[in-house]
């Protein structure tokens, strides 16, 4: 069940683990439940998934809701996978005033604290809330203070496609369409435009290596609602030969190859899938100890880290991956290995098939 309109990282995390179980005989039968319009329902007819897409007047619809509840009745739904906090609200409202009776397994994805508020202690205590998965070990620590029953907490991190960036094209796209010259290293960063990502210290991580001397261009590859702020930011600080703004992309794949360093510097971040993107496709990763990135990130071994808002640090790290080509390729190589034995999307799959089985050999 999935509420959200946009293509971000849990709607990605949703599509690789349909693509999973619809390889596992276990698996009866699955479909995604989302919102008439929505990307989700897009990638669902452009991939073939089965799927339900019903309007969602606004964001706690009450109908969506009820029909929620006849839905499930009629296919005999055995459980139901919630994806984001409004999911979660609208199967809350379908279970209290509608009679929804299906077990719940929760995705918790972001790394801040439920709030104080009734009705969210209500939803997250729910009886049909079977068990929550953390994507990380740093978000489990934040939840557990606002869960009765902390054995419903379970850190399953999320996956990604190992083999996602092997066809992918290296065209020189990306310097061709923005006239990035060929000697110019590409320092990028691909995600939303939001303000959990902190792209101004991006920016000013970009502004230090310039005032430095080091030649590069500086790309973020994303759209989002602090478009303008990172747009005012680069005029401050006189960037505008330097860095690009691509908006949203739908060929990312092809993208990430173009990138010399991947430089992500959220302040809070639930785990970072885009870093193990980049672990995939072979871009060395320079990075914030935010949220469940140091789970993720071994420093000095297959990226670096650095606290939160480092400028000074990151600037240097960057430089470090720059300059030290066998440094570079070391990383590379271990980032890979260690994204393929614990981050793939077939481990994350296995992992949520292993919760589902627990919940259901508990009711069924």
Same mark, same amino acid.
């Given at each position: 069940?999935?509420?959200?309109?946009?293509?971000?990282?849990?709607?990605?995390?949703?599509?690789?683990?349909?693509?999973?179980?619809?390889?596992?005989?276990?698996?009866?039968?699955?479909?995604?439940?989302?919102?008439?319009?929505?990307?989700?329902?897009?990638?669902?007819?452009?991939?073939?998934?089965?799927?339900?897409?019903?309007?969602?007047?606004?964001?706690?619809?009450?109908?969506?809701?009820?029909?929620?509840?006849?839905?499930?009745?009629?296919?005999?739904?055995?459980?139901?996978?919630?994806? +984001?906090?409004?999911?979660?609200?609208?199967?809350?409202?379908?279970?209290?005033?509608? /009679? =929804? @009776?299906?077990? %719940? #397994? $929760?995705?918790?994805?972001?790394?801040?604290?439920?709030?104080?508020?009734?009705?969210?202690?209500?939803?997250?205590?729910?009886?049909?809330?079977?068990?929550?998965?953390?994507?990380?070990?740093?978000?489990?620590?934040?939840?557990?203070?606002?869960?009765?029953?902390?054995?419903?907490?379970?850190?399953?991190?999320?996956?990604?496609?190992?083999?996602?960036?092997?066809?992918?094209?290296?065209?020189?796209?990306?310097?061709?369409?923005?006239?990035?010259?060929?000697?110019?290293?590409?320092?990028?960063?691909?995600?939303?435009?939001?303000?959990?990502? +902190?792209?101004?210290?991006?920016?000013?991580?970009?502004?230090?290596?310039?005032?430095? /001397? =080091? @030649?590069?261009? %500086? #790309? $973020?590859?994303?759209?989002?609602?602090?478009?303008?702020?990172?747009?005012?930011?680069?005029?401050?600080?006189?960037?505008?030969?330097?860095?690009?703004?691509?908006?949203?992309?739908?060929?990312?794949?092809?993208?990430?190859?173009?990138?010399?360093?991947?430089?992500?510097?959220?302040?809070?971040?639930?785990?970072?899938?885009?870093?193990?993107?980049?672990?995939?496709?072979?871009?060395?990763?320079?990075?914030?100890?935010?949220?469940?990135?140091?789970?993720?990130?071994?420093?000095?071994?297959?990226?670096?880290?650095?606290?939160?808002?480092?400028?000074?640090?990151?600037?240097?790290?960057?430089?470090?991956?720059?300059?030290?080509?066998?440094?570079?390729?070391?990383?590379?190589?271990?980032?890979?290995?260690?994204?393929?034995?614990?981050?793939?999307?077939?481990?994350?799959?296995?992992?949520?098939?292993?919760?589902?089985?627990?919940?259901?050999?508990?009711?069924?």
């Amino acid at each position: 069940l999935s509420s959200a309109s946009t293509w971000r990282g849990g709607e990605q995390q949703i599509a690789y683990l349909f693509e999973e179980l619809a390889q596992r005989p276990q698996v009866k039968a699955q479909w995604i439940l989302c919102p008439k319009g929505s990307e989700m329902e897009r990638r669902c007819k452009a991939e073939g998934w089965q799927h339900e897409a019903w309007r969602k007047r606004f964001s706690l619809d009450p109908i969506f809701a009820w029909r929620l509840k006849r839905w499930c009745d009629k296919m005999e739904i055995d459980l139901i996978h919630i994806h +984001d906090p409004n999911a979660h609200s609208l199967a809350v409202v379908s279970a209290d005033y509608f /009679g =929804l @009776k299906v077990p %719940f #397994v $929760l995705s918790r994805r972001v790394d801040f604290p439920v709030r104080e508020k009734k009705w969210s202690k209500h939803k997250y205590n729910h009886e049909q809330v079977k068990r929550i998965l953390c994507v990380s070990e740093a978000v489990k620590r934040i939840m557990q203070p606002a869960i009765v029953q902390k054995g419903k907490l379970l850190t399953v991190h999320s996956g990604v496609d190992p083999n996602r960036f092997d066809n992918a094209k290296r065209d020189g796209r990306l310097r061709r369409e923005f006239k990035i010259h060929h000697s110019l290293p590409i320092i990028g960063n691909i995600s939303a435009l939001a303000d959990h990502k +902190d792209l101004i210290t991006f920016l000013r991580v970009a502004k230090l290596l310039k005032d430095g /001397g =080091l @030649k590069a261009h %500086f #790309v $973020l590859i994303g759209e989002g609602s602090e478009r303008v702020a990172i747009e005012d930011e680069i005029r401050r600080l006189g960037l505008f030969e330097e860095v690009t703004l691509t908006g949203f992309r739908y060929d990312v794949r092809h993208l990430f190859h173009e990138l010399d360093v991947f430089l992500f510097t959220s302040k809070t971040e639930g785990l970072g899938t885009t870093v193990l993107d980049a672990f995939a496709c072979g871009v060395p990763v320079v990075a914030t100890a935010a949220g469940g990135v140091p789970e993720l990130i071994r420093n000095g071994q297959t990226g670096f880290l650095s606290p939160v808002k480092a400028v000074e640090e990151l600037a240097v790290n960057v430089r470090r991956i720059l300059k030290d080509e066998a440094l570079r390729e070391y990383m590379v190589a271990a980032a890979k290995e260690r994204m393929r034995k614990h981050f793939s999307k077939r481990v994350m799959a296995e992992k949520t098939l292993l919760v589902y089985r627990e919940v259901l050999d508990g009711i069924i």
